[in-house]
């Protein structure tokens, strides 16, 4: 029989933005069927911080959960996930969230590193997927707003944040950055969209795959389409009209020139002085006269909000100050040119930035993992704490071998020998060392803005927290 598709949407709250260094401390979904209609009980469960992270004291100002919270009501990473691929990872599931290809699945992805998991298979085996609706929000915004009332900021500018979505359409919302109250608001963000806009929410839906993708976006089309991404500016909706030029830096990659910007002031510039200005800091981004580049890439399996250049009716042209005109006029010089291959000069070879050397953060640093080693990792994650103590690392992967250790310390304490507690000790004391400065700058800054009482209750479990994990030494 055939799998009857369902979406799931989540959320997560964190103890911080890098999902290298900090940890989930909520996750919260829910199931429905096509039509957006719920199926089943939510999920919503607090995930345990180890005591060798110290969380970002802002974050928690925003989420209101303490570590002191996840520990007395949440389980360990490895607990967690097997809960997440018992009611998650259903066959036919399409995984939903909002600006969580970005952020969300980036935790989810070293979570599951971290815990022996393949990174990647949730999101594609059994006939599973993903999907972000920040972006379907944008183009909307962009190109059909009619029926939606869109925030926007108290200076006038453009905003789609979630709760002010919800607020202005008269939606529910009851406690905004609380997870699982921010899965019903998406969901009904989603209703509307749907309901206002059935044709642009259900192509975007249906096209969200990357051969979907590819087969509007890859340059052997040699047509303009329609692309909306954070990348863009807010004042044109974040929206714009590109060609494909080369493939990308690596397979499933395009890059594309945006052509709401005439090509000529480009030519004769150098593949040299165009990397200059792509990796250009933020102070000289902010400099006078700086001009960003007007190319940038699109992966396919990023679910990209991208459609056809026919969606670009009249009004639209007007609301985002770009016209067919320009867009054909640009497309003839571009081509007539040999911007193509200076362009893709640039990305030819991507961008190698400092790769992390811890391996917690080292899930982009050594290629994917093997065949042999997953069936090893199988037999990892199902070993017991009595198991552990006899488990051998003997993975091809040595990344794998240096995560055992810190598997062990932080899901199955009991397991560690007197040696492996005394090494847990020398790394957590130098991890929680590194971590410190910040943390107490920041419990200071927050600690001088008159906080409320229930901040002051968050900075005192915050100090808490601080004297009751860090070692003395330190």
């Not at 107490?440 to 002051?456: G, H, M, R, V, Y």
Request: aromatic residues 10%.
């Amino acid at each position: 029989m055939p799998v009857k598709p369902t979406l799931f949407f989540y959320d997560l709250e964190t103890s911080g933005i890098d999902p290298r260094k900090q940890r989930i401390m909520q996750f919260a979904g829910v199931r429905t069927d096509e039509d957006l209609n719920v199926i089943g009980e939510p999920m919503d469960v607090k995930v345990a911080l180890a005591d060798d992270t110290l969380p970002d004291p802002y974050a928690v100002f925003v989420t209101g959960i303490t570590p002191q919270q996840t520990r007395e009501e949440g389980y360990s990473e490895a607990e967690f996930l097997k809960i997440f691929y018992e009611q998650v990872c259903v066959p036919g599931t399409t995984i939903v969230g909002f600006n969580n290809v970005r952020f969300d699945d980036e935790f989810m992805r070293f979570t599951l590193w971290r815990n022996y998991y393949d990174a990647y298979e949730w999101q594609w085996k059994d006939g599973c997927s993903r999907w972000d609706l920040l972006d379907v929000v944008r183009m909307t915004r962009a190109l059909r707003p009619e029926g939606i009332n869109w925030p926007v900021t108290p200076e006038g500018a453009p905003t789609n944040r979630l709760e002010l979505l919800s607020h202005d359409n008269g939606l529910a919302h009851e406690k905004a950055h609380d997870a699982l109250s921010d899965v019903y608001a998406l969901i009904d963000v989603a209703k509307l969209i749907k309901q206002k806009q059935p044709k642009l929410y259900g192509y975007l839906y249906n096209n969200r795959g990357k051969r979907d993708v590819e087969r509007l976006a890859a340059p052997a089309t040699g047509q303009p389409f329609v692309y909306t991404s954070g990348r863009y500016p807010k004042e044109t909706l974040h929206t714009t009209a590109v060609l494909s030029l080369a493939e990308g830096s690596q397979a499933g990659r395009a890059v594309v020139y945006d052509l709401r910007y005439d090509p000529t002031e480009w030519v004769g510039t150098s593949v040299d002085e165009l990397k200059k200005i792509r990796f250009a800091t933020r102070d000289m981004r902010a400099a006078d006269g700086f001009m960003p580049l007007p190319v940038k890439e699109i992966a396919y399996n990023r679910c990209p909000a991208v459609a056809p250049l026919g969606t670009l009716d009249a009004a639209a042209q007007e609301r985002l100050g770009l016209t067919l005109e320009t867009i054909e006029k640009h497309r003839k010089i571009l081509l007539s040119t040999d911007l193509a291959a200076t362009f893709a000069g640039v990305f030819a070879q991507g961008h190698e930035g400092a790769q992390d050397e811890d391996v917690d953060g080292a899930l982009y640093g050594g290629g994917f993992v093997g065949d042999a080693d997953k069936a090893k990792m199988r037999a990892l994650r199902a070993a017991t704490t009595d198991d552990l103590k006899r488990f051998s690392a003997d993975f091809n992967d040595e990344r794998l071998n240096k995560l055992l250790l810190r598997y062990k310390a932080r899901n199955y304490p009991a397991s560690l020998s007197s040696a492996e507690r005394e090494s847990w000790e020398e790394y957590r004391s130098a991890r929680l060392a590194a971590m410190a400065p910040g943390f107490a700058k920041q419990l200071q800054e927050l600690a001088a803005k008159n906080p409320t009482d229930n901040q002051q209750f968050l900075l005192q479990e915050l100090q808490l927290w601080y004297e009751n994990i860090m070692p003395s030494e330190v």
